[in-house]
């Protein structure tokens, strides 16, 4: 016959059976993920990985899309204006970006405190383009519907209340379909 296991050991802490289990939830990669990303980075010449995690906040998301951060080169020592070379995915994004250098340094700069970039290169390469994100068509309610939810939240008499109330029923409505 075989015996029940209660009880089992996991990088030196006992985990009890009983039955029961603690859950902590799920724990965010983030930090492991930058260590080991952080020397490959370091190579290129990103201090850091925030030029690449906000990358379509920088330079739009439309040119996100077909540009991408390839490293960063400093002369010497000195970590300022430096020359950021980008990839391209094709003539018309490279042609829009050089369009929209200098409105892209200054973002780069504004988002490091300090004059990082002073110029970029534009490399043509092999790039996949990224699939532009569709947004979903904003659904309007009939006026049957707005007359419905009007008239079930017109008996609140907080005035700040009853509106709060009312956006989220033409939310959850919209949601609905």
């Known amino acids: 016959m075989t015996e029940k296991c209660n009880s089992y050991r996991v990088d030196g802490k006992e985990i009890h059976l009983d039955g029961r289990r603690e859950y902590q939830g799920l724990q965010k990669l983030t930090k492991e993920i930058r260590q080991i990303v952080q020397p490959i ?29 390839d490293h960063l080169h400093f002369d010497r020592q000195d970590r300022k204006n430096g020359v950021l070379y980008v990839k391209s995915a094709g003539g018309a994004f490279a042609m829009l970006l050089e369009h929209q250098k200098m409105r892209v340094i200054e973002k780069i700069n504004m988002f490091f405190g300090y004059p990082a970039v ?42 700040e209340l009853r509106q709060k109330v009312l956006e989220v029923g033409i939310a959850l409505l919209k949601k609905e379909g």
Not at 52 to 68: H, Q, T, Y
Not at 128 to 155: C, D, G, H, I, N
């Open 118 to 159: 002073g110029s970029i290169k534009i490399i043509q390469g092999t790039l996949k383009l990224k699939k532009p994100v569709l947004k979903k068509e904003v659904k309007r309610l009939s006026q049957k519907q707005m007359k419905e939810l009007e008239k079930k939240v017109e008996q609140i008499e907080d005035l």
């Open 41 to 69: 980075l370091g190579k290129h010449g990103f201090a850091n990985a925030d030029i690449i995690e906000n990358w379509p906040l920088l330079v739009g998301e439309d040119l996100a899309r077909g540009i991408m951060p």
